[in-house]
């Protein structure tokens, strides 16, 4: 009887030992295939149940690219997040040099607004002027147009940051821009209603200036979620470009028409924004984890996660992909990630608060006096203050600045003052090389802004001998005044939004960025400003006050500057006792 129970107990017991080992086996062989495939998937993710819920939040082309990758391009093999960077670098990009290329037309078309016309001009019954600008003081009407701009900007920015820490970026950003592209729209179609109101230009220059606002904080938290520290200064400074890009757009359009219909200045620029906005709506990406991909910043601590969890090993392994997601569509095996911190068109745009648990390296959105104490903020803020002054000057003065100095016509003057945006591109590249190989931002933008006040008094002086030497001094003055300009905005912003006392609080980003731009912003209010008012008595006395402006911001970088001296002659000193 004993032996018929043992045999039985044997025979029930035996399977299990065998049939789980076999199981397991089967399973981890499972895995092992899937993987392969998911990292030689073409783009976009792997088809998965459990990510149902969010996959709507997926832009609209990208799932259409996806769909087709899965049809017609099976043998597609490509690295998922390098692309995805792509598109967000390009997208970003474009963006935001469409933002600078609707500031650029009402610079260009001042000259034929205020009416300074010729003799001959006027004999050919050509338009001359446009009220209420045909007037001799136009000069101080073209600053509080500038101004209503400038200011309405500087000041949504700081509520703009707050805004867009908390919303889905892709219609943050597709929102403003078509919005941008109706208000310049306006302006444009002003002559072709025969409008001459100027309270019509300054509210559709207020309304312009806010919605021009989505742009920098959003590009700039796209760029800094998706690229990591590594050649940070570098790669700002090739994607700041699109700044000098944008205003040779928007110049070279504007220019193109100002002497024929200036109001196609405007009307061009607004269509193509808004078209631009339209395709950030359908592709742009504006969270890795939408897609699958993880942000580089947490790669190592899910490595260490994964090697301490012996447990869940293969599973990790299989999951915690180096660069994505890796998720599996069979109803065996189902993967789910959790997305509930992603903002997405379903998160309320102020949330009244926040989960409890949040996740690491997320973290809440903290306020704008919190974000001031984080070192180097005040700082570098104000140092845009003055930089960006100079630099706005020149954006919204330089072409009629070179028409007055000269014998060139209105589209003449405004195709040589893109030369200036030329050099502000070599600048920002400059900028961002020689701070990623010194790890010395305040010092490089003291360097450079040293260097730009004398350039500024030559070009003063000079800028008007010759064409050949005011090509050249343009240029160079491009490079030293957009220079520091493009490492504060970019690089030095994302640095300190993502500062080692936030404790890993991405979030922070946003806000940083705006309290940076918004005080740069109103020093560029400020300067086109000033200038309209000064110009009056003198072009030269502008020129006074951009080299005044120049040095009072490479004296507030001062203490920054001695910290980073005394940081490397630590650090030297730590090597030599090595």
């Not at 190592?300 to 999951?319: K, L, M, Y």
């Not at 020689?434 to 003291?446: F, I, K, Y």
């Not at 936030?502 to 300067?527: C, K």
């Not at 490479?554 to 030297?572: I, Q």
């Amino acid at each position: 009887m004993r032996t018929s129970e043992q045999k039985s107990s044997w025979h029930y017991s035996q399977p299990k030992r065998i049939r789980e080992p076999s199981h397991l086996d089967e399973q981890h062989l499972h895995l092992a295939h899937r993987s392969r495939q998911s990292m030689r998937a073409p783009l976009g993710l792997t088809r998965t149940r459990k990510m149902s819920n969010n996959y709507n939040d997926v832009p609209f082309g990208i799932r259409a690219v996806q769909r087709l990758t899965r049809q017609c391009c099976t043998r597609f093999h490509a690295r998922r997040d390098l692309l995805y960077k792509m598109s967000v670098f390009v997208l970003t990009f474009l963006a935001y040099a469409c933002y600078h290329m609707c500031r650029k037309p009402i610079s260009v078309v001042k000259s034929v607004l205020q009416g300074n016309c010729s003799t001959a001009l006027a004999a050919s019954g050509q338009e001359c002027g446009y009220a209420p600008f045909d007037v001799p003081d136009a000069t101080t009407l073209f600053g509080m147009l500038d101004s209503a701009f400038l200011f309405s900007y500087a000041i949504a920015m700081f509520a703009s940051g707050f805004v867009a820490e908390r919303v889905s970026l892709r219609y943050f950003l597709s929102m403003g821009m078509i919005l941008t592209g109706v208000f310049t729209y306006m302006f444009g179609i002003a002559r072709t209603s025969n409008i001459h109101s100027l309270w019509y230009f300054i509210i559709v220059q207020i309304f312009a200036g806010i919605f021009q606002t989505t742009g920098w904080p959003g590009v700039v938290a796209l760029v800094g979620r998706w690229f990591g520290k590594s050649k940070r200064g570098l790669i700002f400074g090739i994607w700041n470009s699109h700044t000098s890009i944008g205003n040779i757009l928007g110049t070279l359009i504007a220019a193109h028409y100002v002497e024929s219909d200036w109001a196609l200045s405007f009307v061009v620029p607004g269509i193509i924004i808004a078209a631009v906005g339209f395709l950030l709506f359908l592709f742009l990406v504006d969270q890795p984890e939408i897609v699958g991909c993880y942000p580089q910043a947490g790669q190592q601590e899910r490595r260490v996660a994964n090697e301490s969890d012996v447990e869940q090993d293969d599973e990790e392994q299989v999951r915690h992909n180096d660069a994505c997601v890796i998720s599996f569509g069979y109803d065996t095996w189902r993967t789910e990630i959790n997305y509930r911190s992603v903002p997405t068109e379903r998160t309320p745009i102020l949330p009244r608060s926040q989960p409890e648990a949040v996740p690491r390296g997320r973290g809440r959105p903290i306020s704008l006096i919190d974000a001031l104490f984080i070192p180097g903020v005040v700082e570098f803020s104000l140092c845009l203050f003055f930089t960006k002054l100079v630099s706005y000057t020149f954006m919204y003065w330089l072409p009629l600045y070179i028409q007055k100095s000269s014998t060139l016509g209105p589209e003449l003057s405004a195709d040589l003052s893109t030369l200036f945006d030329v050099g502000g591109i070599l600048g920002a590249i400059a900028a961002g090389y020689l701070s990623d190989v010194s790890g010395m931002s305040a010092t490089v933008c003291t360097g450079m802004l040293f260097v730009a006040s004398p350039i500024l008094l030559m070009y003063q002086q000079y800028g008007a001998l010759s064409m050949t030497i005011s090509i050249v001094l343009l240029i160079v003055v491009g490079i030293f005044v957009n220079g520091p300009y493009a490492l504060i905005t970019t690089s030095v912003s994302a640095e300190l939004g993502q500062h080692s006392s936030l404790e890993g609080n991405a979030n922070a980003l946003a806000t940083v960025t705006a309290i940076i731009d918004g005080t740069g912003s109103i020093g560029a209010a400020v300067g086109p400003l000033l200038a309209g008012l000064i110009s009056t008595a003198g072009w030269q006395y502008v020129f006074h006050m951009l080299i005044a402006a120049d040095i009072i911001a490479m004296v507030l970088l001062g203490r920054l500057v001695f910290k980073e001296f005394a940081a490397l002659r630590r650090a030297s000193h730590r090597i030599r006792i090595e």
